[in-house]
């Protein structure tokens, strides 16, 4: 996944740096209409007459509500916290992941309906795959996804919780755990839907498959279940995909918004290493590596990536709904969103409301944040080696070779002020300038996941998805409620989907419920889910499934 990309720009950095900081494209000649918000309508299964009752007990009955506190209290209690040094190989200690046998145990003895229609395939070792076989093997398979494994709790500030984080509280109104939010709701949510639809006597046409990684939130280096699946059943076999993410429910400039993420920007990890001659600190040069590698901070942190506001990026759509609805957004921001697609001043404006006015820059560019640094190991030694670590999320207008070209370009002053040699090491090293006696400089790309292909948002497959996400709000949950706009969005995370590209085009990052994950206190103190939301996820997985079900695309 890491290794490979899509083209190689080292030829051309080496030809110079002819790096343009603004961005400048050309907008189509004609001055076309403003876009519109592109609008869904609810969608729910022909047969929705024979599961209403079963709908109801799971969002109303006291016992369905009951038992269901009882299943994700027993999955907070049975840990599953993953390190970013745990062993790479599992196989090598078997006993350190057990904690991941104890939790596959635990979902067997909670859901024998599924485990009785279900095969499971254990990929490499805690990777779950059910396969629940459909009549028609000619359909593609629908997956569904969610993370085992969870982040771990700080000592610090562990008192700081108001619930044990390993006990899941509940208070008559939310469950409180490590976890619970990000994303064990999910993952038993989605195995209580099968199992009452298993209950309620259906039994698919369509193949469902269950994947569930076990090391999500540390990268996903031991995750072979998109590898698996992709060796059984070949590339673009899926129909679907769905998997944690996105904002559910969230009011947005007074426009009530569900935004599933359609893409996810990409990932970089990059390293900046300088070497320069040691010697003793009585007879000290004017600069040594760490004041020239201070220097070159200064400049990564002065110049930022530049912005886009283009269809590319999945966001565009979301801003041009809340532009359309919104009874409080300034009306010329307004204009000028809705004709950002064509007019390139207005362009402008709808770049510099999202990342200044309303701070969501990493929305509209690439970001990078400054996170390690290390050199020098003595106070009377000047230092020979120093190394920063530079994390950069990419826009879906760039690739990983032109942010890597932009940081390169961002640090060449001071590699010229200092006379330094430069390298660049992306999947194979190469030189830039030759090397110096005063210093040498390698940029090194670590790791790097390119933004995520776009999830089409026209067609069957995203009308069934985002009319479900209406059926069940304004149906179900709020009866005869309206007004919910339901835009897709760009993740700015990554998620275990993104070893999936290859099975399906169509790849939604969704967790339906109540809050927007930060509300949650995802990954921090106190993390909750409201009892009420977990109810919605269920009954959305439960609808999704029946009308996926029932379509021949
Ligand atoms: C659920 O019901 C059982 C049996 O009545 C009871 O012991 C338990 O406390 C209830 N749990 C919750 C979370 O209400
Ligand atoms: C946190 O405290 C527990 C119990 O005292 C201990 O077992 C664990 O190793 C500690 N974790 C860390 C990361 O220090
Ligand atoms: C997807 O397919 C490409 C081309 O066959 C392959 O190189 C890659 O490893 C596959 N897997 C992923 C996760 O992209
Ligand atoms: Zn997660």
């Known amino acids: 996944m890491m290794q490979s990309f899509e083209t190689r720009i080292v030829g051309f950095i080496v030809v110079g740096f002819f790096i343009v900081f603004s961005v400048f494209w050309s907008f189509p000649e004609e001055s076309g209409a403003a876009v519109k918000c592109p609008e869904t309508k609810p969608h729910r299964p022909s047969n929705f007459d024979s599961h209403k009752a079963t709908l109801s007990k799971i969002l109303h009955s006291k016992e369905f509500r009951n038992a269901s506190v009882m299943k994700l209290q027993a999955a907070i209690r049975t840990r599953t916290e993953v390190y ?11 006993t350190y992941w057990s904690k991941f046998e104890k939790f596959e145990q635990l979902l067997k003895s909670t859901f024998p309906l599924f485990y009785s229609k279900t095969t499971l395939h254990k990929v490499n070792y805690h990777g779950l795959v059910y396969i629940w076989e459909g009549s028609d093997l000619y359909l593609k398979p629908l997956v569904l996804m969610a993370h085992q494994d969870t982040v771990p709790v700080s000592n610090i500030t562990l008192s700081q919780w108001e619930h044990d984080p390993f006990s899941g509280d509940y208070d008559g109104e939310n469950v409180y755990g490590r976890g619970i939010a990000d994303c064990k709701d999910q993952l038993i949510g989605l195995l209580e839907a099968a199992e009452e639809l298993i209950n309620n006597g259906f039994s698919p046409r369509r193949t469902i498959i269950y994947s569930f990684g076990f090391d999500e939130e540390v990268g996903g ?4 279940n998109a590898e698996w699946l992709e060796a059984k059943y070949g590339k673009d ?17 007074g426009v009530k918004m569900s935004v599933p993420g359609t893409a996810e920007k990409g990932y970089m990890d990059l390293k900046i290493i300088l070497e320069t001659p040691g010697g003793h600190s009585s007879i000290p040069p004017k600069h040594t590596s760490i004041g020239m590698i201070g220097e070159m901070i200064v400049e990564l942190e002065r110049t930022e990536f530049p912005t886009y506001f283009t269809e590319k990026n999945p966001a565009f759509w979301e801003y041009v709904c809340v532009a359309e609805h919104s009874p409080d957004m300034d009306s010329s921001v307004k204009k000028s969103i809705l004709s950002a697609g064509h007019n390139q001043k207005a362009n402008e404006v709808a770049r510099k409301y999202i990342d200044v006015d309303l701070g969501k820059g990493f929305v509209v560019k690439s970001t990078r944040a400054l996170d390690i640094i290390t050199g020098g190991v003595k106070a009377n030694a000047l230092p020979e080696y120093v190394e920063l670590t530079v994390n950069v999320r990419i826009a879906m207008e760039e690739t990983v070779d032109t942010v890597t070209r932009r940081v390169l370009a961002t640090i060449e002053p001071v590699i010229d002020r200092y006379h330094l040699g430069l390298a ?26 390119p933004p995520a292909p776009l999830t089409p948002t026209r067609g069957n497959h995203w009308n069934i998805f985002a009319g479900t996400i209406h059926h069940v709000y304004e149906d179900l949950v709020a009866p005869d409620s309206t007004g919910l706009i339901v835009a897709p969005g760009i993740g700015s995370g990554n998620t275990d989907t993104k070893y999936y590209w290859n099975l399906t085009e169509h790849i939604y990052r969704y967790r339906p419920g109540l809050l927007p994950g930060v509300y949650s206190k995802e990954h921090g103190i106190n993390e909750y889910i409201p009892m009420d939301s977990h109810l919605h996820l269920i009954a959305f997985y439960y609808e999704y499934i029946l009308s996926v079900d029932e379509t021949d695309d």
Not at 84 to 94: G, H, N, T, Y
Not at 428 to 441: D, L, S, T, V
């Open 84 to 94: 970013d040094d745990d062993p790479i190989s599992v196989e090598e200690d078997l």
């Open 424 to 449: 660049l090491d992306l999947d194979g090293r190469q030189e830039i300038k030759p090397r110096k006696p005063a210093g040498n400089c390698l940029v090194k790309v670590v790791q790097a996941v």
């Open 237 to 253: 076999s899926m129909y679907a995909i769905l998997d944690e993410g996105g904002v559910n429910l969230d009011t947005i400039q």
């Open 221 to 224: 280096p031991r995750n072979k």
